[in-house]
Each structure stands twice: as C-alpha cells, then as structure tokens.
C-alpha cells in the first residue's frame, strides 16, 4: 500500500499497490503492520456499507464523538464518491480545513479520517456503494453531524445534492453550535 498524506493533519490517502499478472491483480488492502507504521489506528470494530441508488446522493458530514469518536478507512466499492474529510479537533494544526478527493471502483483508493473529523460524500454515478471500516461500535448518543455547506468550512463540492435526508439537510452550523 501507499500511503500518502494530506494536507489535514492525519488524514491519509491510500493506493493500493497492484501485483499484476495474467489473471488480472493482487493486492493488499489492510495490514496492521502498515498502519501502525505510518501511526494510524489498525483497529477495526465494525463495518458497514452504505449503497446509494442515485448520482448526487449525498450523506454528511458525520462523525462520532469523544470518548468513543472513530477513525474510518473509506472505500468505494462500487461506482463513483467526492468523498470530504473536515477536521473538527479544535487542537489540529489544520483546524476547519476540508480535503476532497475521488474515491471510485475503477481507481480503489483508500482515505484514512481520524477520530474528531467530520466525513461526508457525495455519489458521482447512480449505484454507488461505499465500505467503511471503524475503530469504534456505533453509540447513537455520541453521533454529531455538521452541515454539508456550512459556511464555517466553505466546502467546494461538485455539484449540488439531489438526494439528501433531512438529518443533513437540518443540521446546525458549526459555530451555531457552541464549537469554535
């Protein structure tokens, strides 16, 4: 795997490193060898996907608060993601700073969103299905979300959604919420 970092303190783009031959490749997609070597979390709790029928679906920004906040590695399996990773640890040095990057079936990236950041994404094909590994179980009292377009962040997506539930679509802003 190559892991390359971002400009968001811990945040971590992933390629995998392809073994090719005449059926095709092989390639590792996790080792907790690796990660611990590069100080990210090898811990895996749980995983889930998440399929979207619709291009322009959009889910986020979520993260899970402390004491169980949790690290995620994002994967898409199936079609196409801008995927957005905005760091809300008020002790970074990348504070309210937001990445986005494709994550698709055709290139097989990877990114790597420590605890105390928000993750969100919007599906760039119909059909597209994400996997997600995390650290943590899901609590549902410790689950926070931010507005898609807050301001406070100045998120520059895509395109505008056109799938969007009304938990995202009603959360407070940042500021409004007391975090600073």
């Given at each position: ?68 906040a949790e690290t995620k590695l994002v994967r898409c399996t199936q079609g196409a993601i801008y995927d957005v990773v ?95």
């Open positions: 795997m190559i892991f390359q970092g971002t400009k968001l303190h811990g945040v971590f783009e992933i390629r995998l490193q392809e073994q090719r031959d005449e059926r095709g490749f092989f390639a590792r997609s996790f080792c907790q060898k690796e990660f611990q070597q590069h100080g990210i979390s090898p811990v895996t709790a749980q995983c889930s996907i998440a399929f979207n029928e619709k291009k322009g679906t959009l889910r986020g920004l979520h993260y899970q608060d402390a004491p169980h905005v760091d809300l640890r008020p002790a970074s040095p990348t504070f309210k700073q937001w990445i986005g990057v494709e994550l698709s079936a055709a290139n097989r990236y990877m990114i790597y969103v420590p605890g105390g950041c928000g993750h969100g994404l919007i599906t760039l094909e119909d059909k597209t299905e994400v996997f997600y590994q995390m650290s943590e179980f899901y609590y549902p009292e410790l689950s926070r979300s931010v507005r898609w377009n807050d301001p406070a962040f100045k998120i520059e997506w895509p395109a505008s959604p056109l799938v969007i539930c009304d938990r995202d679509r009603t959360c407070p802003d940042f500021l409004v919420r007391g975090e600073t």
